[in-house]
């Protein structure tokens, strides 16, 4: 009787106001998605159009060259001389060709995640500085002129207009994945916050999944529409922007930052479908209370202050072993790492596109299994996962030239390693670190986490191409070593959150730090205590 009473007390709570915010929300992470994956399927097709670009730049400067020669040659010599040999600097100019196409490459790919690490450190000032609404328009604002600037990429300098139009881009997903997960939190009942926060994540790979598909070379990803797909981005941007009018701001914020009671409850009383909305205000005004009584806390702080130093340093953990992981190496190259290891069992484009169906699939299970196990289990049993696909993929790809079916255990490695990932790697570093810190700290703390991923994803996108040129097949070893040592670090310095409050988070904190309780009344012990 309990839980069926349970589950009422949660449809009651899903209303369809609640329901179409979310949704709305999510599309700013879709289109991040949209923006993460777009690059990857057409890879080759936007690779020879850079190569076009360069070979013609190449012609025309050894056109110059040789006319200035030729000239020069028919001053002082006499006209039926033979003609000059070309100049060495072409043909240093050719070999480099080569190295610069894989540099705009890397730029096209990394200059997304650019724009999102300096963006996402100003997401929470601007959604406290004009609301979550405006703040999301001002998103998409970016979104629509990074998607406009690639859509005209085909009648410009291609180079040029994707890289900085990716750039752009960047900068509206750095705010989208700073205030989307802030916005449906806050508008989310308690009971469901954990549940409806995960739908970022499910949103975004939902997104990738979609860019991969209208990737295909009979849909967009071909020589004639490839620049139709990196601006069709501002679709989900300009639908997001017009619908969001009729989405309620969020009532904490209302509540909180502008002092409106009772708009805030109007607006629940939407959100709830109910006219007894006292435990959400009662809810909001301890957090005012507690927001109220603890100043802001700078990020030097964080590292300072013995109360906030363990938990930023479990958030990073958290927030670095995403990314070191491997799994934008695969996600932003793993069209030509299928290339690579000559797959031969289908296109591998469509390889890709079973990847991103693997990895929507399995985060949509982690939204049901995030509150049925706890996060660090999960996180951990993921970490351990991803470690021994791992191995299997690098065997796979070593052991290539000697067994054909070696290829298709790195094929299987590659799926089973997205689907560790989605159980607990990829969703929980965004929403534990709202239960990790209490609200003075938590808008530094979720700042500085966001921008160490996005500064982390700009990292490997920018020196993944170049770091598996150079190990070959050997490069997913690397990652091994980073999720050993992540899974290690976790393992000793991360707690266990799920139903617990910030008191009993902070004991687990002290306990792994091997410090007792120690009395408040030695005031010399603990100042000695702090400074250790």
């Known amino acids: 009787m309990g839980k069926r009473r349970g589950k009422t007390n949660k449809a009651k709570e899903i209303t369809g106001t609640l329901v179409f915010t979310v949704l709305i929300a999510a599309l700013g992470s879709f289109q991040c998605g949209y923006n993460i994956g777009v690059i990857n399927v057409p890879q080759p097709i936007i690779i020879s159009q850079y190569r076009e670009i360069l070979d013609s730049m190449l012609n025309d400067g050894e056109d110059t060259n040789n006319y200035v020669i030729n000239t020069t040659v028919a001053l ?275 390889v890709t596109i079973g990847l991103g169906v693997i990895n929507m699939i399995f985060s949509a299970v982690s939204v049901w299994l995030v509150h049925k196990a706890g996060r660090r289990s999960l996180f951990l049993t993921g970490m351990i996962g991803m470690f021994c696909c791992t191995i299997f993929m690098s065997l796979g790809l070593v052991l290539l030239d000697k067994s054909a079916w070696m290829s298709y255990m790195s094929l299987t490695a590659i799926f089973i390693f997205v689907t560790f990932f989605e159980i607990g790697p990829g969703p929980i570093p965004w929403f534990i670190v709202a239960e990790l810190f209490s609200q003075g700290a938590r808008p530094t703390a979720a700042a500085l986490a966001a921008s160490s991923n996005w500064a982390c994803n700009f990292i490997i996108a920018q020196g993944f191409q170049y770091i598996a040129d150079f190990c070959g097949p050997y490069v997913f070893f690397l990652f091994s070593g980073s999720l050993l040592a992540f899974t290690l670090l976790a393992y000793f310095k991360v707690p266990e959150t799920k139903g617990k409050s910030f008191e009993e988070i902070a004991a687990e904190f002290q306990k792994k730090s091997g410090s007792a309780q120690r009395p408040k009344a030695d005031a010399e012990m603990e100042f000695l205590g702090d400074i250790l």
């Open 76 to 350: 002082l010599t006499n006209p039926h001389s033979a003609n000059p040999t070309p100049t060495p600097w072409a043909e240093e100019e050719v070999m480099s060709s080569t190295d610069s196409v894989t540099m705009l490459w890397s730029l096209s790919v990394s200059s997304f995640a650019a724009g999102g690490t300096i963006a996402s450190f100003f997401s929470g000032w601007l959604g406290d500085k004009l609301g979550r609404i405006k703040a999301l328009l001002v998103a998409n604002s970016f979104s629509l002129v990074g998607a406009l600037l690639m859509g005209l990429s085909k009648w410009g300098p291609s180079h040029i207009l994707v890289i900085t139009g990716r750039s752009i881009s960047g900068l509206a997903c750095g705010l989208i994945s700073g205030l989307v997960p802030l916005y449906i939190g806050e508008i989310a009942p308690a009971s469901l916050r954990g549940t409806i926060g995960s739908l970022h994540q499910l949103a975004l790979v939902t997104g990738i999944l979609i860019s991969q598909i209208f990737g295909l070379d009979f849909i967009l990803g071909n020589h004639d529409l490839w620049y139709i797909l990196l601006g069709l981005s501002a679709a989900p941007a300009l639908l997001q922007s017009l619908l969001l009018n009729f989405c309620p701001e969020s009532p904490r914020y209302l509540f909180i930052k502008l002092e409106k009671e009772d708009k805030a409850k109007q607006i629940l009383k939407r959100l709830r479908g109910s006219d007894d909305v006292t435990q959400d205000i009662n809810e909001i005004k301890r957090e005012k209370e507690e927001a109220s009584s603890e100043q802001k806390v700078s990020v030097i702080q964080l590292f300072t202050n013995s109360s906030y130093r363990q938990p930023i340093i479990a958030a990073l953990i958290l927030h670095l072993a995403q990314q070191f992981s491997g799994i934008n190496g695969i996600f932003y190259y793993s069209t030509s790492i299928f290339y690579t290891a000559l797959i031969m069992v289908g296109h591998p484009a469509h």
